[in-house]
């Protein structure tokens, strides 16, 4: 990311939450604060946000971002865009983030994360994927996984809204960051499995410039089973 920033300031970056990326937001933010990046022409596009959670809902995707990116760096808020969940006309808001991103020329590079069911954003397995912006019924499995974020059950999301497959697959550069044992069998069946809208995260499979950085957690099993030719 820091190689886009220096070759082109103004680059159209694609953002990520969870827990997995926050490294890569302190890192980012160390190199702010040493002056070796500037983040003033920069734009910014998030993945997904819960349908239903008020931007400064303390679990809101936007929440999310100003505190662990957003209000350390010099980026023009104005330049940050997050899915409206709050909005009345899904459909309207959704046209809106697909045509802003249109207008930005598309993503110059997008950091993703992947869900144990092989979800990216909030692209669930589906029999198709959705290829704009959209709002998304979210599994049972990934409702559990979100759960240890909220107090009461009643209060978890059961929808967001999530940017679609073509934005994401249109980025010209991905970076994929996965950790943890618990995600190294969907790691592996994304990179070596059928591709399919089962497994939202096999299309990248064919993406021209993906990069995949894995922790030790999950890179043992995946030379395991042979999809590294050399030892990590």
Do not use: W
């Amino acid at each position: 990311m820091r190689q886009r920033l220096e070759k082109k300031p103004d680059v159209v970056l694609g953002l990520a939450t969870g827990s997995t990326p926050i490294g890569t937001y302190r890192q980012l933010i160390s190199k702010y604060n040493a002056k070796e990046v500037d983040f003033s022409k920069v734009k910014a596009f998030n993945l997904d946000e819960y349908y239903g959670l008020d931007k400064k809902h303390s679990q809101s995707y936007a929440y999310y971002m100003e505190n662990n990116l957003f209000q350390h760096i010099n980026i023009d808020k104005g330049n940050t865009h997050i899915p409206n969940g709050t909005a009345k006309d899904i459909q309207k808001e959704c046209n809106r983030y697909d045509q802003i991103i249109k207008e930005c020329g598309g993503i110059d590079f997008q950091l993703l994360g992947i869900g144990h069911n092989g979800h990216i954003g909030f692209n669930e397995p589906a029999e198709a994927l959705k290829i704009s912006t959209h709002l998304v019924d979210l599994k049972e499995e990934t409702i559990a996984a979100n759960s240890r974020f909220f107090s009461k059950e009643e209060t978890i999301p059961k929808q967001a809204i999530t940017m679609g497959m073509r934005s994401i697959f249109a980025a010209k550069e991905i970076v994929l960051l996965a950790s943890g044992e618990d995600k190294a069998q969907i790691v592996a069946q994304m990179l070596s499995g059928k591709i399919s809208p089962k497994v939202p995260a096999s299309v990248l499979q064919i993406h021209q410039d993906l990069t995949l950085i894995v922790d030790e957690a999950i890179a043992k099993h995946l030379h395991v089973k042979g999809l590294f030719e050399q030892e990590i």
